[in-house]
């Protein structure tokens, strides 16, 4: 007889807590995922052991903010461009040469973060404009100019939430009362540094007094859903189920879902949106049962450069996120055979067609066309 006590032995699960390390954080006051510390360090709520550990990690140098970008200790497209922006911070303070050497310090510490990760536009456009304060700002005095970068990160960190604040607003009329939302990986408070975007619609909604209840799925293979969209709702005791990826068809087949709304990596000039794997399975599985997709994303999302979906850069991760089950205590339990190869893309594609509508701090895009994107550019 196989041991199946033995392969699935209880692993020891560490429950600690750390307190907010940031003494007036802007992304919230109960946890952070990335905040500008007093004395420039950056610090990030280390996204990988949740939900049962939860530990700040403060960084000083900008190999280690890319690094815990690249390593998804802090993830969600507006949380990196956040945390990015933060490192170039990072990087003024230990440049204190002036002009050409600071510009050049700057520049390399632009390609380190830039490169990161491919498929969040958020990220270069955050570093875009870092780069606009970074230039006006090389002929200042070195602790002027490092307050005048800081101020301006920590500006970009509040607009991003303000931002999903104004999504909230615009997406809660969307959610009927009594409503069952179902929403794919994690676009809340951890995603975006503050209130979220697919999860600030449901935070509004929720504030305004309507009945809610999400149904999250778990998002294979990191499971942001299971691990960081349910920690976050329960902690604001909004009603979470989690559900595999694969039960989402069989919920809406019995008609248990009202709408999906899901966030956004890069949204194409003609609407065609990027996000977690998974979401363009959920978006054909709600056409076919009549279901409405919302995408909910602020306008730093939105690459007016890239015509199309086919344009958008798919990240492919490492196959051990998929051959491995990663445990909040750094160990993992291996479920592939050795030898057999894995593919992980991060990301998949939603054609503009399947998305009933895009709420951006905008406006909200319905139908969703070039043109109706375009209208809102100009803002
Ligand atoms: O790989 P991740 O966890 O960074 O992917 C995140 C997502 O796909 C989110 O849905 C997206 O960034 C929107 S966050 C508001």
Request: charged share 20%; with cysteine; hydrophobic share 45%.
């Amino acid at each position: 007889m196989s041991d199946i006590k033995h392969r699935f032995a209880p692993v020891p699960t560490l429950r600690t807590g750390q307190a907010h390390p940031h003494p007036e954080p802007i992304g919230g006051d109960t946890y952070s995922a990335v905040e500008l510390m007093p004395g420039f360090r950056v610090v990030v709520l280390d996204q990988r052991k949740l939900p049962t550990i939860e530990r700040y990690e403060f960084l000083t140098r900008v190999d280690e903010v890319a690094d815990a970008i690249r390593n998804m200790l802090v993830r969600g497209a507006p949380a990196i461009g956040v945390c990015a922006a933060y490192g170039m911070v990072v990087a003024a303070v230990a440049e204190k040469g002036d002009g050409p050497a600071f510009l050049e310090a700057m520049s390399a510490a632009d390609a380190t973060l830039r490169a990161a990760r491919p498929t969040a536009v958020n990220l270069a456009w955050a570093l875009d404009r870092m780069k606009r304060i970074t230039e006006e700002a090389r002929s200042l005095e070195y602790a002027v100019r490092t307050e005048r970068i800081a101020s301006e990160a920590r500006a970009l960190h509040k607009a991003e939430i303000a931002a999903c604040k104004a999504i909230g607003a615009l997406g809660a009329p969307f959610v009927p009362e009594n409503a069952t939302i179902l929403t794919h990986c994690n676009a809340g408070a951890l995603a975006t540094g503050g209130y979220g975007t697919a999860l600030g619609i449901v935070r509004a909604a929720h504030e305004a007094g309507k009945k809610v209840r999400v149904l999250a799925c778990e998002t294979r293979p990191y499971l942001q859903g299971a691990r960081l969209t349910a920690w976050e709702l329960a902690k604001d005791q909004i009603p979470v189920e989690v559900i595999t990826d694969s039960m989402a068809a069989h919920f809406m087949a019995k008609k248990a879902v009202d709408l999906v709304v899901a966030g956004a990596d890069r949204i194409a000039r003609n609407g065609d949106s990027a996000n977690k794997i998974g979401t363009y399975g959920l978006a054909c599985i709600a056409a076919a049962h009549e279901v409405p997709f919302y995408i909910a994303a602020p306008w730093s999302t939105v690459d007016l450069g890239c015509p199309n979906g086919d344009a958008i850069p798919i990240e492919e991760r490492s196959e051990r996120e998929l051959s491995h089950f990663a445990l909040p205590d750094g160990n993992s339990i291996q479920i592939v055979p050795d030898g057999v190869r894995v593919r992980n893309p991060s990301f998949d594609v939603t054609p503009h067609a399947l998305i009933t509508a895009i709420v951006t701090e905008r406006g909200v895009v319905q139908p969703v066309s070039e043109g109706e994107l375009a209208k809102l550019a100009t803002q």
